[in-house]
């Protein structure tokens, strides 16, 4: 990604903050949304070829908690979040049926610190204070993102707009495509897009285009998922690759997935670092 100097900054920001990115396909140009496009998008999200690519319910497990080293190739995307090492292995516990989660830090000059976030308060937990409410929306938009980025794939039927746009071919591969948005059909200010690429011949999610209108109203990335692994009989990427671009040769960010476990109690109540082994991924 382009290392832009912190002075144009602001000048950057303000030639786009009038523009939004409209993820919709070409083949959506209606603003009706089509029953039987969701219908037919519908069959893609939830019967793949590959049945254990069938997506779960995070719901189910109430609490998941996942090791994972959070790589960052992208100073300049970094220094807007609270990460400031380029790989930072980390706990992200998540409760759902409380809508919070908490981030441990593994190593680094933050090991054992703890950042939290309950429905949108944050807050940290350090041996020397205890737990601290902050309200650092920094924090919370990182924490957001991570947890959006990690149960993506088991979310996306949930979505109340659903819309296939059709089959393309992306980077030589085959894909059927399928839009996914809330409120309404075309881009608007407050609500983000997403489109999916299903691999035609597993039906596995790969890419993901993606809107993030609370960080920037222009800003439109992508996704890679890969590594599909078993987890509780279900296929589950275990690594999530940011871009700007499908064609990047670089990433800007990747979550590695080491571990998915179901947690036996609050993060809160048991000792403050894990002893894993870094495998050196």
Known sequence: MLRFPFIIIPFFLLFFSCSIADLRPPS??????????????????????????????????????????????????????PIKESEQRMRVYLDFEANAMQVEFLGGEKKGLIYGLDKKETYYIAADTGKVFMGDDEVRIYLESLRLYLTLPWRLKEFPIIQYAGPTKKLNQNYEVVYFTSVQLNANPDTDQYVGYFETTSGALEWMEFTYRELFSFYRGVLKYGFYESWNGKQYPRRITILDTFEDPDFVHEIRIEKIEIPEKPMEEVDKVLELQDPGK
């Open 28 to 81: 959506l140009s209606s603003d009706r949304v089509d029953p039987e496009l969701k219908k037919k998008g519908l069959t893609f999200v939830t019967s793949p070829t590959i049945k254990e690519l069938t997506p779960g319910d995070w719901k189910d497990y109430k609490q998941v908690q996942f090791v994972v080293k959070d790589v960052w190739h992208s100073k300049f995307v970094r220094f807007f979040t």
